[in-house]
């Protein structure tokens, strides 16, 4: 059986994110999305808000559930017997960044990755430009799936 983890920040989960649970949960017999619990980064939502996001966001799909995770997503990747990693890439730019981190989770684990190139309607999508925007009062419900877009207008 194939499980892969497809992890992010997902603060908040756009439809370039939901893409890419929508084809992995087609590609891989289960698949894990799981959100960093790390704090050192700003976030917007909790990390019990962005759970709750990504589980109505994914409901649709039965071989898709949510997690979270703290350290290393290589440990976390083996205590769920996952042995792939799902990332999107939108651009050169994720790429030459996500490939160091795959070749290096790679190396500290034996735990490969699969990218899935964005669909080009979310090329340009990212959680922080679609918060900027959002907080400077522009459109943004393009960028989200519906339950989503009404959570990022009551959280600003
Ligand atoms: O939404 P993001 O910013 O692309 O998510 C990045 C994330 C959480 C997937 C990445 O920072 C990560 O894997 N963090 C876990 C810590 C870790 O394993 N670091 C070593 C990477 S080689």
């Known amino acids: 059986m194939s ?3 497809f992890p992010g920040t997902f603060d908040p989960p756009t439809n370039g ?16 999305v799981a959100t960093g619990v790390n704090q050192s980064k700003q976030r917007l939502f909790s990390v019990e808000d962005r759970v709750a996001m990504l589980t109505e966001i ?4 039965e071989n898709v559930r949510v997690g979270t995770f703290d350290g290393l997503l290589v440990d976390y990747c083996r205590a769920e017997g996952a042995s792939v990693i799902v990332k999107g890439l939108r651009s050169g730019g994720d790429y030459d960044y996500e490939l160091q981190m795959a070749l290096m989770n790679r190396k500290l684990s034996g735990v490969d990755t699969v990218f899935l190139p964005t669909a080009a309607e979310n090329a340009y999508i990212s959680s922080s430009l679609v918060k900027e925007i959002a ?7 393009d960028f989200l799936p519906p ?9 600003l």
């Open 3 to 5: 499980r892969a983890v």
């Open 17 to 32: 994110h939901l893409d890419v649970i929508a084809r992995a949960a087609s590609a891989f017999d289960e698949v894990i």
């Open 58 to 61: 994914a409901a649709p799909y």
């Open 135 to 141: 907080k400077l009062g522009g459109p943004v419900e």
């Open 147 to 155: 339950a989503v877009h009404a959570k990022l207008l009551a959280a």
